[in-house]
């Protein structure tokens, strides 16, 4: 099985930096990733690590370490548009195939002015 | 392309009811997923299919719900009978695994919001 950790709310101000912490038990890693939920809408894919490290994509860069369990998502220049609910997803390595994605209950980010 | 496609996008039954819930995946994509969300649980895995075959059921609740695949571009969720505790949003989606270097992200549709009153 999987358990998977986030904080529940963050408030940031507009033009900020904000870091989303995300930490996870799992028996095969198979990466990790992050997604974007605005209310009401499905969730949207933003970035994905499999290897330690940071992989940078505009402004969203997303760091893991897989010896720690643990991942962040840090998000820079912070717009109104950035609030929304942002869900950490571990992926499993499975018998028989395909990709086992375990979301964590998503962190709800407010951006205030 | 058309995305993953979901309907009904909204449904309001009565308890007791079947509800049946569709989904057609992205052309070309082998794997399927369906997933319910509260605002209590979060995000849940109900069922997988690669290959429209079913990997791991072991999200479903119970016996009220199935799941069928019955070839790659269609897929079912039911649930009968249904219960007012069923009441949620349920995503499809879908991905492409298993070949070299594609990340497999999973991409989703726009949902389906039960009501069981």
């Known amino acids: 099985g999987q358990n998977i950790d986030q904080p529940t709310e963050m408030t940031a101000t507009e033009g900020a930096i ?18 974007q939920q605005h209310a009401g809408e ?8 499999v290897l330690d490290g940071l992989e940078e994509k505009g402004r969203f860069s997303s760091f893991l370490s897989r010896s720690k369990g643990y991942s962040y998502l840090l998000l820079k220049e912070l717009q109104m548009k950035d609030s929304a609910s ?11 195939g395909g990709n086992k994605l375990t979301f964590g209950t998503g962190t709800q980010l407010k951006v205030e002015l | 392309d058309a995305g993953v496609i979901q309907s009904p996008r909204h449904e309001v039954t009565e308890m007791g009811q079947e ?31 690669n290959n429209n075959v ?3 059921d072991s999200g479903m609740p119970e016996d ?9 571009s269609f897929s079912t969720l039911k649930i ?21 270097d594609l990340i497999g992200e999973l991409f989703f549709g726009e949902g389906s919001r039960l009501t069981v009153l």
């Open chain 1, 18 to 35: 904000v870091q989303i912490n995300c930490t996870y038990q799992t028996s095969g890693f198979n990466g990790l990733f992050w997604y």
């Open chain 1, 42 to 49: 499905a969730p949207t894919f933003l970035s994905y690590n």
């Open chain 1, 86 to 96: 942002y869900l950490c997803a571990v992926r499993d390595l499975v018998t028989g």
């Open chain 2, 19 to 49: 509800v049946t819930l569709r989904c057609k995946p992205i052309s070309g994509h082998n794997s399927l997923f369906w997933y319910r969300q509260t605002m209590m649980r979060g995000l849940e895995l109900l069922i997988y299919f």
């Open chain 2, 54 to 56: 079913p990997i791991d």
């Open chain 2, 64 to 72: 009220r719900f199935s799941a069928k695949m019955p070839n790659a």
């Open chain 2, 80 to 100: 009968q009978p249904s219960e007012p505790r069923d009441s949620a949003v349920y995503f499809c989606a879908s991905s492409l695994s298993g070949y070299g």
